[in-house]
């Protein structure tokens, strides 16, 4: 069992400010095998490539801000207090265009953290 309280992520400070910033908060150490689990930020003007994993499905929970998700060309405004679900194969990527950081938790199945991660080129 690992109990997580959100304040103890919005009060981490990114080592690196500006750049974008995941930390692994559930690994093998804690004895799970097949779920993963990393706190993000993600500053104003950054982006996660748009991308699939073959076999990952992830739980994106957004703690502070506001970003775009791009699901499959949709884009999805992500807010502080909303989740969103991806399953494997869903072509996704994470877009911050505000002028704030943006904080969010994923949990994931099919650890390591880039574990099939295929990045996707668009035109």
């Known amino acids: ?9 919005l009060s981490m400070q990114n080592p690196n400010p500006g750049e974008t910033h995941r930390v692994e908060i559930l690994t093998s150490e ?5 779920l993963g ?12 490539a748009y991308h699939f994993h073959k076999n990952r499905e992830s739980v994106l929970i957004a703690l502070s801000g506001e970003a775009t998700e791009i699901v499959e060309g949709k884009e999805i ?17 994470l877009r911050n265009p505000s002028d704030k950081d943006f904080c969010y938790v994923e949990f994931f199945t099919c650890p390591p953290v880039s574990a ?8």
């Open 1 to 9: 069992m690992k109990h997580f309280k959100t304040s103890h992520f």
């Open 30 to 34: 804690d004895l799970f095998k097949n």
């Open 37 to 48: 689990g990393l706190f993000g930020v993600l500053p104003p003007g950054r982006e996660i």
């Open 77 to 93: 405004a992500f807010r502080e207090g909303e989740v969103i679900c991806i399953s494997a194969g869903e072509k996704h990527g």
């Open 116 to 123: 099939d991660f295929i990045e996707v080129k668009t035109s």
